[in-house]
């Protein structure tokens, strides 16, 4: 009997993410067509197939919503990128991060150039606030969170520069214009 509980309880818990998962889904294709403001909680839940009220149980609103796509894709990202951070190599961190936007290129199109940008730029400052220091330091003359804050806004820009592109440039140019603007020009390689 007990085997059936834990079937049971993995069961119900694989619902919640379902319908979180849909709604995701469903917001990154809203967000393809229109903009976030034109999106309403009732055609997202009819688009995504979950039920109006299952919505509420999982976010607030909308903006809660667009919070969660944004912060899934920076978790997957830094998932790629930090191994290679830790190899303090700033421009095969650079070219991972590119790789990554340029292979999840229409999911990011529609973050960066879509309205979420924002909560994008946020979700970016908070996790390079927490792993600022592990591979390189600001000069001397830059304050640690002017330092975040320049360079998560100037990365940012660089992404949506990037996507906004008629014939997007090749993963290597952009990963070493950002090395080159990010790493060697606002923050200093640690010497070892």
């Known amino acids: 009997m ?4 834990t079937k049971h309880k993995d069961t119900m818990g694989l619902r919640p993410q379902k319908s979180r998962e849909a709604l995701r889904a469903a917001l990154l294709s809203e967000l393809g067509e ?5 999106i309403t909680v009732k055609e ?3 688009n995504a197939r979950i039920g109006y009220a299952t919505f509420f149980r999982h976010y607030e609103g909308l903006d809660e919503l667009l919070v969660d796509v944004a912060k899934e894709q920076i978790d997957k990202m830094i998932y790629d990128v930090l191994p290679v951070m830790e190899q303090q190599d700033t421009l095969s961190a650079c070219r991972a991060m590119c ?3 340029h292979d999840n290129w229409v999911v990011w199109s529609i973050l960066l150039t879509g309205g979420a940008s924002e909560s994008i730029r946020q979700e970016l ?8 220091g592990l591979q390189t330091q600001f000069s001397s003359t830059l304050p640690d969170d ?3 804050t320049l360079s998560v806004s100037t990365t940012i820009e660089l992404l949506i520069w990037w996507l906004r592109q008629t014939e997007p440039r090749p993963i290597e140019e952009v990963a070493q214009l950002i090395n080159e603007i990010i790493h060697t020009r606002l923050l200093q390689s640690r010497k070892a």
């Open 44 to 46: 997202l839940t009819a």
């Open 146 to 148: 002017l330092g975040i």
């Open 2 to 5: 007990p085997e059936l509980k």
């Open 34 to 38: 229109r903009t976030f403001q034109d």
């Open 99 to 101: 790789t990554f936007i």
């Open 125 to 132: 400052m908070q996790l390079s606030t927490n792993y600022a």
